[in-house]
T-cell receptor, first 112, second 113 residues
Framework: DADVTQTPRNRITKTGKRIMLECSQT?????MYWYRQDPGLGLRLIYY???????NKGEISDGYSVSRQAQAKFSLSLESAIPNQTALYFC???????????FGPGTRLTVL | LAKTTQPISMDSYEGQEVNITCSHN???????ITWYQQFPSQGPRFIIQ???TKVTNEVASLFIPADRKSSTLSLPRVSLSDTAVYYC??????????????FGTGTQLKVEL
C-alpha cells in the first residue's frame, strides 16, 4: 500500500465550485505539505503543517484553505475554483533525520 | 531564503557521467542541500542530501566545496531511465525546513541512446 495517498486522482469541475482534495499518510510523519505544479514549471508550496495545531501559508496560498484533521490527514480546499487553479496538486509528508519529503501520486484538477 | 540557480536543461548519452551544478550563494550556516528527481506526472523523490564535502549513495554522489556556495550532483553512467527533472533544494532541516525548501524549475535531463 502507498504511504501517501491522494483522492481524487483526477477531477474536472466548473468555475465557482468548492473543491476538496484529500491526503492521507501512513508514515507517521508530523509534517505535511500541499504543492501545485503547472506544466513546465516547478512545484510551488501552497500550505504546510508541522503538526495538527500548526498550519502555515506557503508562497501561493491565496484562493486555498487547508484543514489538518489528524496527524495522518491534510485536506486542501478551493472555496471557489477558478480556471487558473487548473494544475497538478501534490501532497507530501516529511520526517526523519533528513526531513526527506515523500510525495503522493498527485491530483490532476481541471477547472472549466 | 536561500535561492538556488540550476541549468534549465542538459543532454547526455547512455553510459556517460552527468554532473548538474546548483548555485546557492546565500546558503546559511544551518542549511542542508537536498536533491530530488521527478518523472512526468509523478511527485519528486529524494536522491541525496549533504552538508559539506562529499556524499555518495547507491545512485548518486553530491560534491560540496568548502564555501558551500554551490553543489554538484553526479550521476554515474546514466541510462534512458534517468531522463527526469532534477531539483536542488537548500534549507534548514531543524527549523521547519518546509518553509525554506523551495522547488525551483529544476534541470531537465534528457538521456539519449
Amino acid at each position: 500500500d502507498a504511504d501517501v495517498t491522494q483522492t481524487p486522482r483526477n477531477r474536472i469541475t466548473k468555475t465557482g465550485k468548492r473543491i476538496m482534495l484529500e491526503c492521507s499518510q501512513t508514515k507517521g510523519h508530523d509534517r505535511m505539505y500541499w504543492y501545485r505544479q503547472d506544466p513546465g514549471l516547478g512545484l510551488r508550496l501552497i500550505y504546510y503543517s508541522f503538526d495538527v495545531k500548526d498550519i502555515n501559508k506557503g508562497e501561493i496560498s491565496d484562493g486555498y484553505s487547508v484543514s489538518r484533521q489528524a496527524q495522518a490527514k491534510f485536506s486542501l480546499s478551493l472555496e471557489s475554483a477558478i480556471p487558473n487553479q487548473t494544475a497538478l496538486y501534490f501532497c507530501a509528508t516529511s520526517g526523519g533525520a533528513r526531513d526527506e519529503q515523500f510525495f503522493g501520486p498527485g491530483t490532476r484538477l481541471t477547472v472549466l | 531564503l536561500a535561492k538556488t540557480t540550476q541549468p534549465i536543461s542538459m543532454d547526455s548519452y547512455e553510459g556517460q557521467e552527468v554532473n548538474i551544478t546548483c548555485s546557492h550563494n546565500n546558503i546559511a550556516t544551518n542549511d542542508y542541500i537536498t536533491w530530488y528527481q521527478q518523472f512526468p506526472s509523478q511527485g519528486p523523490r529524494f536522491i541525496i542530501q549533504g552538508y559539506k564535502t562529499k556524499v555518495t549513495n547507491e545512485v548518486a554522489s553530491l560534491f560540496i566545496p568548502a564555501d558551500r556556495k554551490s553543489s554538484t550532483l553526479s550521476l554515474p553512467r546514466v541510462s534512458l531511465s534517468d531522463t527526469a527533472v532534477y531539483y536542488c533544494l537548500v534549507g534548514d532541516l531543524f527549523k521547519g525546513g518546509g518553509n525554506k525548501l523551495t522547488f525551483g524549475t529544476g534541470t531537465q535531463l534528457k538521456v539519449e541512446l
